[in-house]
């Protein structure tokens, strides 16, 4: 890993636990994705050589660096949406800064929307965003997507009651095989195992 890339983690990391130990509410909060499990999607999206990632919801960009690493060993590229716009300038200005822009778009807005408009294959998709979407966005990209394919929604377990109909509809659909992680917030691992 490149020292840019690893000092901007790491000022995301202590900026979030001083937020924390400062009772910062959690609105107001960075809330970066925990490092083990940005770790963990970050060496699977490697692991599965994958060319197009698409992440919904960036915020300050932590878990978009993590791909973009990714996709620098993959020589693939990330799709980044984020829906605030001061934090998709963020999370931007973030990547920049760790040398890793060559390696993401980010698109502003709804990504119920700006997916919508897209047409090409995707390999692997993270979801870190409006729990109320998770299935909108998971559908906007499906059909992109081909056996092998790989999707990661965040916060499955630390908001099982809010994410219950994402979790039940990946996990008992026909294409699909999923099962949830207990990794920091919860991560649903879900794999594409047929058209």
């Not at 990391?13 to 999607?41: C, G, Q, W, Y």
């Not at 932590?62 to 829906?83: D, Q």
């Not at 039940?168 to 919860?186: I, R």
Request: hydrophobic residues 40%; negative net charge; glycine residues 6%.
């Amino acid at each position: 890993m490149e020292q840019e890339l690893f000092d901007v983690l790491s000022e995301l990391e202590m900026r979030a636990e001083t937020e924390r130990l400062r009772n910062v509410p959690e609105h107001l909060r960075s809330n970066i994705l925990d490092p083990d499990a940005a770790k963990f999607v970050s060496m699977l999206a490697v692991s599965q050589k994958a060319k197009s990632i698409v992440e919904v919801g960036s915020g300050a960009g932590y878990s978009t660096l993590w791909l973009a690493y990714a996709a620098s060993i993959t020589g693939g590229k990330v799709v980044s949406c984020e829906i605030d716009p001061a934090k998709a300038a963020e999370a931007q200005a973030n990547v920049e800064k760790a040398g890793l822009a060559d390696y993401v778009e980010f698109l502003s807005g709804d990504a119920r929307e700006t997916l919508r408009h897209r047409d090409e294959p995707v390999d692997f998709l993270f979801i870190d965003a409006d729990f109320g979407q998770y299935e909108t966005y998971f559908d906007v990209v499906y059909k992109r997507m081909s056996v092998g394919s790989t999707i990661i929604a965040d916060d499955v377990v630390a908001s099982e009651n809010e994410l219950a109909d994402y979790t039940t509809y990946v996990q008992n659909h026909p294409s699909l095989e999923s099962v949830t992680l207990p990794l920091s917030q919860g991560l649903e691992f879900t794999v594409r195992t047929a058209d």
